[in-house]
């Protein structure tokens, strides 16, 4: 019998002692300890909020780098390798340094003298942050000759690609390194894990006992040493664009994020950490239900849990007591909660980790606060104590799981080995129960969650494809995630279907058919599942990234096809007469803001797309060339001249990077920037989705933008705030209705033929805090509904307590209208989350034509 969990929630916090508390729990919800146990609170949840203001400069120097795999670390020479660091200058307002913990300045210098200790250390730059800061990846252990390290590379990659045959290498079992990852600081401002790596790296240079000898001998631990320096230096959760870091792994627009993927590819760690803030007690993951359906979960359980106790055993083993420090037992979700903090959607760093072998991977939430509200309120000496209470919880937890790979060495490395045989042989999972993972108490129905692996995905070339632009844009995801993605060099047939040759085929036997399957999946609706989810519960890239993509559930597969390192180029310019360019691709809207910004005389065509005179051929091809777009030969000639639209954007991050993205001229506004005075003559349009107020400008502001909506400025709102906007400034007359707010997923929608805003657009989009409109008025027009049925494809919504907002009450109602406002502004408010976290690439589009069309 599964032991009865309390509910986690999320809301109705109080500070306690430094440390966010709920109403306490009965003390029987927490088996083995004898207090009421609270429920964690996670930082950072919900649909995001926060206006925009981000420097162009970021947005650049991560664009620049693409979504494609990372440069990736050295797989040649012994170890160690030692890097001469380049030191930064000193920065005294440096957030680290009021919590008496290490500055990021000050990390370079002690890297460097870490690596004159011995021959344990060494030190690489695994990349660059947004801002443009060295990200530190310390490698510990012991001294390994060229040829060693060429050994060691050997046998990981036997254990990737032939695990069968690993499975029963005895010199493997003997002499394998396994990997160990340690990831610090992804949240700037939650800094404490930075300062255990750096004391555990000291420790284990200096070290002379066997125990050491032994751990390094049989290891390879490798230390992110700040995952996010931009945001340690200012404090903020984010780095330089803005971005929460451990929302981005299946996306992968942040270079941050990117460098991370590329050291779980290269190094492929059995277990990894990741140091967070702040939860008291102490939280240690595994996680409570949902649990992600395409792990090996048993496998994973086994391992998670027991390092888990080990890690409590160790945190509680500090001594810190309620009474005396403000410090709580630790926490272990999967044991002491019910729901609330899941490991289902693959966007967390731990979360993502499993998919590039790890056999356990975990959260620590660290349980004294010192951000936010604390870090400006509290007394110096105050943040300093928990500070170091924090450092001393992470060492803590790095020791013992480091004592638990010492001691289970040989299991863990099998369990990886047994993750990419089952994968590669296409054999079905193991449902957890404490049959299949013994030794873990409490495993009900509830945590069972698996799928059934399709024999492979098809993304068709030819008339077969929706857009060529997005399917190599999605095959390039796919290789920089180490998927294996064969190109046909002769026509196919699959499942019934034939496919020409040039087709994409990702055959999921194969180690890495998980991440694989997370990436091109529809997903599933685990509505009636729980009842609220901590962040987003659908992503499916095969719905949302603009591809067609084909599922092969079962058949043989017989394809003649060659590895694929990066997609096929897909740009052309036809020789000869005008050009068409499609809008329906955000690389396609990147490219006609590009020929705008040249003063190439663009005209729109009657169904959306841009006609491009042949005088600006040369233009198109280099454009064509550096975005994989086509232009298309065409003897339409248009009628509206198009012209440059320079945005005025109230927005989250990942809007405003997707914006950019798309080659806008972007101004980040708020209702204080308006009020301190904005020029309007260098705006053609407003984008509003947060941080927007129409009701509090001041009577300048209003004045101001009520000019330039009089004089035909266009607005796109997005969201509860763009339909506020649009009702307090009086533009069009639509009703907007709330659904759920915690509601999030990949929906079907219907598109309205001929529209400027979604011809040609996806039958699917991404939701979160959906919303609808009713009660149109005159001259407003519907560019999309939700479908009718149940739209929900993949995600979370369900009713409000009032019964009221889910997904049947959104169904065929008109999620995106647009109208004219009666003095003369072009309107358009979506309902839905077209740019989310910069996620949903094939959906941009419909915001790209949107500001176009002001």
Do not use: C
């Not at 924090?390 to 993750?419: C, F, K, P, W």
């Not at 180029?569 to 360019?581: I, K, S, V």
């Amino acid at each position: 019998m599964a032991l009865l969990r309390p509910l986690l929630t999320t809301t109705g916090t109080a500070v306690v002692a430094g440390a966010l508390l709920i109403a306490p729990l009965s003390a029987a919800a927490a088996p083995g300890h004898d207090s009421p146990r609270p429920n964690p609170v996670r930082e950072g949840s919900g649909r995001d909020t926060t206006v925009a203001k981000t420097p162009l400069a970021a947005a650049v120097n991560a664009l620049r780098t693409g979504t494609g795999t990372a440069p990736g670390l050295a797989k040649s020479g012994g170890y160690p390798r030692r890097t001469g660091l380049d030191v930064p200058p000193v920065n005294p307002a440096d957030k680290s340094i009021k919590l008496g913990l290490a500055p990021y300045h000050s990390l370079a210098p002690r890297l460097n003298a870490l690596q004159k200790l011995g021959d344990r250390v060494s030190v690489e730059v695994a990349g660059q942050s947004a801002g443009g800061h060295d990200l530190y990846l310390v490698t510990l252990t012991a001294p390994e000759s060229s040829q060693q390290a060429r050994e060691q590379e050997r046998m990981r990659e036997r254990i990737e690609n032939s695990p069968a045959a690993a499975a029963k290498d005895q010199h493997i079992k003997a002499s394998y390194k396994t990997p160990v990852f340690i990831n610090n600081n992804i949240h700037g401002n939650e800094w404490e894990g930075t300062d255990a790596a750096v004391k555990l790296i000291e420790q284990l240079a200096k070290a002379k006992d066997g125990t050491t000898r032994q751990l390094l001998s049989k290891n390879r631990i490798y230390l992110n040493v700040t995952a996010n320096p931009d945001g340690r230096i200012a404090g903020t959760r984010t780095n330089a664009n803005g971005f929460d870091l451990n929302r981005d792994f299946i996306t992968g627009s942040q270079p941050e994020a990117r460098a991370i993927r590329q050291i779980a590819i290269d190094k492929q760690p059995a277990l990894m950490l990741d140091l967070h803030g702040y939860v008291n007690g102490t939280l240690i993951e595994p996680t409570t239900p949902p649990h992600g359906e395409n792990y090996e979960y048993d496998l994973f359980l086994k391992n998670a849990y027991a390092n888990a106790l080990g890690m409590e055993k160790a945190v509680n083993g500090l001594g810190y007591t309620p009474a005396k420090d403000g410090v709580e037992p630790a926490i272990i979700p999967f044991r002491d909660q019910q729901e609330g903090w899941d490991d289902w959607p693959p966007i967390f760093t731990p979360q993502y980790m499993p998919f590039q072998g790890a056999v356990a991977a975990h959260t620590i939430e660290f349980p004294m606060t010192v951000n936010n509200e604390e870090y400006d309120s509290l007394p110096v000496a105050e943040l300093r104590r928990r500070a170091g209470i924090n450092t001393a919880i992470a060492g803590a937890a790095m020791r013992a799981t480091l004592d638990y790979t010492r001691t289970h060495r040989t299991s863990v490395i099998a369990d990886q080995i047994e993750t990419f045989r089952r994968a590669a042989a296409g054999e079905a999972q193991r449902p957890v129960s404490e049959k299949t993972v013994p030794g873990v108490p409490g495993i009900g129905p509830e945590d069972v969650y698996t799928t059934t692996f399709p024999r492979a995905y098809v993304i068709p070339a030819g008339r077969g494809q929706r857009s060529a632009t997005a399917a190599a844009r999605l095959v390039d995801h796919l290789v920089a995630n180490d998927v294996r993605v064969e190109r046909a060099v002769l026509p196919f047939r699959l499942a019934g279907r034939t496919y020409p040759a040039g087709s994409y085929v990702v055959d999921m036997h194969q180690s890495k058919r998980a991440i694989a399957n997370v990436i091109l999946a529809e997903g599933r609706d685990i509505s009636a599942d729980v009842s609220t989810m901590y962040d987003i519960s659908g992503w499916s890239l095969g719905l949302l990234w603009g591809a067609t993509v084909d599922k092969a559930v079962k058949g043989g597969l017989h394809v003649v096809g060659r590895p694929v390192h990066a997609a096929a180029p897909t740009g052309y310019a036809a020789p000869f007469g005008d050009l068409r360019l499609r809008l329906d691709d955000p690389k396609e809207i990147a490219a006609l803001n590009a020929l705008l910004a040249q003063d190439v005389k663009v005209r729109r065509a009657a169904d959306g797309s841009a006609v491009v005179p042949g005088s600006a051929r040369g233009v198109a091809s280099v454009l064509a060339d550096r975005l994989g777009v086509a232009f298309s030969a065409t003897r339409e000639k248009g009628t509206t001249l198009l012209k440059r639209t320079r945005v005025a954007a109230a927005v989250t991050a990942g809007e405003l990077f997707a914006l950019r993205e798309m080659g806008f001229e972007v101004q980040p506004v708020s209702t204080a920037t308006l009020n301190a005075g904005h020029d309007w003559s260098k705006t053609d349009a407003l984008y509003v989705s947060t941080g927007l107020e129409y009701g509090s400008l001041n009577p300048a502001a209003r004045g101001a933008l009520d000019a330039f909506l009089k004089g035909g400025g266009g607005v796109v709102g997005l969201g509860s705030e763009g339909a506020a906007f649009n009702a307090d400034a009086g533009l069009l007359a639509a009703k907007p209705v709330a659904g759920n707010g915690d509601a999030n997923g990949v929906v079907r929608v219907a598109n309205a033929a001929g529209s400027p805003v979604t011809g040609g657009a996806l039958p699917h989009t991404f939701v979160y805090s959906p919303l609808w409109f009713t009660d149109l008025g005159p001259g407003v027009r519907v560019e999309q509904s939700y479908a009718t049925g149940n739209p929900l494809v993949a995600g979370h919504w369900r009713t409000r307590e009032d019964g009221k907002g889910g997904p049947k009450d959104a169904a065929g109602q008109a999620s995106i209208v647009s109208g004219v406002s009666a003095n003369g502004a072009p309107v358009v408010l979506f309902g839905t989350e077209p740019l989310f976290r910069d996620h949903p690439k094939g959906v941009f589009a419909q915001v790209g034509r949107a500001l176009i069309a002001h």
